[in-house]
């Protein structure tokens, strides 16, 4: 025991413990609802702790390269995402009218969530090359940068992952010290050009937003998904229906109980005091991480952190603003607690370049 104390001590000993623990406690979180979720499938929790072993290996190997190394590499990553998403879009699997998963032989991946990590680092690596006079031009090159893989997103469609990567762009963006007054212009002009975009969206985005405002008149239809989702929630009370019991979710009324709407299968069977808990626990990852990005030594690192940071916050804050139907149902799943491998590995892959910041910060500070 002593030898595996040692040795595990030995490998761990540079991942920030706050953060490791508030993480996996999520994570075993997601294991005990995704079991009730899924009709007690012993094989598809299973497949979930296979893609948490995965993601917490690449997490560690994150945590040990030093935040230059990364700014080197963020080009090529960059590049590489893009050549992905192009093959997607060329030769990509069509998954319930949706292009957007990469056939790999051995298995399939999702390009689009690696995106989430290879945009931000993108634009933090440009804008810290030009840190010394940023100027209007340099924020325009970035914002390029972003608009290019978001275009290819929606194009498969996968509205929900084009506004979380909108978003994380958008989060470096202001973190470099984008104007209020550019900011204002940005939503008059989407505001100007709303009528357009309305006119682009695909019907069932159009529907999605018609049914916030009128679920009621779509019960049977899109509608369906957010009144299942309140009734889930609202079922629960104080302290739920218990674990296992959840009647929306055991007689199959609840769509998607296992990725995009288990934060309703959790509310039902651990009610408002499971909520209250699981919230904090979020609140608290994100404070710890909103730690580390205030004391990242340098530009990128903390353009990077804080993106990464604010895009999870955004993350979880759009999926249970959804399933409690205050937003559009877009198709983003609650991290670290929905079912989904390629997800978890860019979760787990983000805290890692987080643990790689604070732990190179230390080292150069002694």
Not at 50 to 61: P, R
Not at 189 to 217: C, F, G, K
Not at 244 to 252: I, V
Request: net charge positive; proline share 4%.
């Amino acid at each position: 025991m002593n030898v595996i104390y040692k040795l595990f001590v030995r490998f761990f000993r540079h991942m920030d413990a706050y953060l490791l623990l508030l993480v996996f406690s999520l994570l075993g979180i997601g294991l005990v609802i995704l079991y009730s979720a899924s009709d007690q499938s012993i094989g598809r929790v299973l497949y979930q702790v296979v893609n948490i072993l995965v993601a917490f290996v690449v997490m560690w190997v994150f945590s040990l390269i030093p935040p230059q190394q990364l700014s080197r590499f963020a080009l090529p990553i960059y590049i590489l995402g893009l050549v992905l998403l192009i093959a997607v879009a060329i030769h990509g699997e069509v998954r319930l009218g949706a292009r957007r998963w990469l056939n790999l032989g051995v298995t399939s991946i999702q390009p689009s969530e690696f995106m989430k990590i290879a945009v931000p680092m993108m634009l933090a690596w440009y804008l810290d090359k030009h840190q010394e006079a940023l100027r209007l031009r340099d924020f325009a090159v970035a914002s390029l940068f972003l608009i290019v893989p978001v275009i290819f997103i929606l194009k498969q469609p996968d509205l929900g992952t084009a506004l979380i990567i909108l978003a994380s762009g958008f989060f470096v963006l202001f973190l470099a010290g984008l104007g209020w007054r550019v900011i204002g212009g940005i939503f008059l002009a989407i505001a100007a050009l709303s009528p357009v975009i309305w006119h682009h969206m695909h019907d069932y985005q159009r529907q999605r937003i018609l049914t916030l405002l009128h679920p009621a008149q779509y019960r049977l239809g899109a509608g369906y998904h957010i009144i299942q989702s309140t009734i889930a929630m609202g079922s629960g009370g104080m302290f739920g229906q218990g674990w296992l019991h959840g009647t929306q979710a055991k007689l199959n009324f609840l769509p998607e109980r296992s990725t995009d709407f288990i934060f309703a299968v959790f509310s039902e069977e651990f009610g408002f005091a499971g909520i209250m808990v699981l919230v904090l626990l979020f609140a608290l990852l994100i404070a710890r991480c909103m730690v580390i990005s205030m004391n990242a030594p340098t530009l990128f690192t903390r353009l990077l952190s804080g993106s990464l940071t604010l895009t999870f916050f955004t993350y979880a804050f759009v999926n249970m603003a959804m399933v409690s139907g205050i937003l559009p149902v877009v198709g983003i799943p609650l991290p670290l607690i929905s079912y989904g491998g390629t997800s978890i590995v860019t979760l787990l892959l983000g805290f890692g370049i987080l643990m790689s910041i604070n732990l190179h910060r230390k080292l150069v500070q002694t």
